[in-house]
């Protein structure tokens, strides 16, 4: 048995790899996934007691997964601790490929170009399917949320689905202001929030109130989750690395597109009945504009 790659992160090996595991082994899967990496770095007993399984089931799981022993399996968490916790001053800047010395800019494209690749094949695709039919069901009402660079994300998803429908807003400004939001939604409710490492523990809280209230949470991360991973219904990874000093938040943005694209067509009619209705608002309000003007 071959140990696995190092350069993919073992959350995304056990979700895309949930659906050929027994019952057992899938609920310890789940119980890793919903308390990654730290439920994997409990003594074998301690993980089998937090998972509801026998040791030897856990044993069974990690086998599956490529590690003969416990330890290697264990080794393989500890590393991408290591990984999550780092911020610009300790990343290191890969090397550029080969001919790009005299234009770094055409390397570091290319770099991004295999990360957003690899991301988007990571995805479980019934994940992907739920979100985006969460996003276009316009019963519910949805708040974004973003951390210091991913707000970004956030508002670009955030400004796309007014387009399309009803009942959705960033949230934004200071966190004394969120409960007030959260007052006024409730279980049918949606909360989509952007976390990647150095996560935020504003944001954490913003989720763990969420999920108090019965909100649903999708969750937008980096291979190695956020915290709030624990505490969303859809967990939608993307890679972060770049040959850079900081990560890039490139992949978040094309998953954002995609998720854009698919819940269009999943909206009903009324939807685009709306769209249709809003650029001719817009249409009348810049006319509207131009002929006040002196």
């Not at 991913?150 to 670009?156: D, K, N, Q």
Request: proline letters at 6%; glycine letters at 6%; charged letters at 20%.
């Amino acid at each position: 048995m071959t140990t696995p790659s190092d350069s993919q992160v073992l959350a995304t090996t056990i979700r895309q790899r949930l659906g050929d595991l027994t019952q057992s082994e899938r609920q310890a899967a789940r119980a890793l996934l919903s308390d990654y990496p730290l439920a994997g770095l409990q003594a074998i007993t301690a993980f089998a007691t937090q998972a509801q399984v026998s040791p030897a089931t856990i044993q069974r799981l990690i086998g599956r997964l490529g590690y003969p022993r416990y330890a290697d399996f264990q080794s393989k968490l500890r590393s991408e601790l290591d990984e999550r916790l780092k911020g610009p001053l300790v990343l290191e800047r890969p090397a550029q490929d080969e001919g790009a010395a005299e234009r770094p800019w055409l390397g570091f494209g290319a770099a991004l170009t295999r990360q957003v690749e690899a991301s988007l094949q990571d995805l479980v695709p019934s994940e992907v399917e739920a979100v985006a039919t969460l996003l276009a069901t316009d019963a519910r009402r949805i708040v974004v949320a973003g951390g210091r660079f991913t707000r970004s994300a956030a508002t670009y998803l955030c400004t796309h689905l007014q387009h399309m429908r009803g009942g959705v807003s960033e949230i934004t400004g200071p966190n004394s202001v969120w409960a007030d939001l959260l007052l006024d939604l409730g279980r049918r409710d949606l909360l989509v929030v952007f976390d990647v490492r150095r996560y935020q523990p504003d944001l954490y809280a913003l989720a763990n109130a969420a999920r108090n209230a019965d909100l649903r949470i999708v969750l937008v991360t980096d291979p190695w989750m956020s915290p709030i991973a624990a505490l969303a219904h859809h967990v939608l990874p993307v890679r972060v690395e770049a040959p850079s000093a900081w990560d890039t938040i490139v992949p978040a943005m094309v998953l954002t597109e995609a998720l854009i694209a698919e819940a269009h067509a999943r909206v009903p009619q009324g939807g685009r009945k709306r769209m249709s209705e809003l650029e001719r608002l817009r249409s009348d309000l810049t006319t509207a504009d131009r002929t006040s003007q002196p």
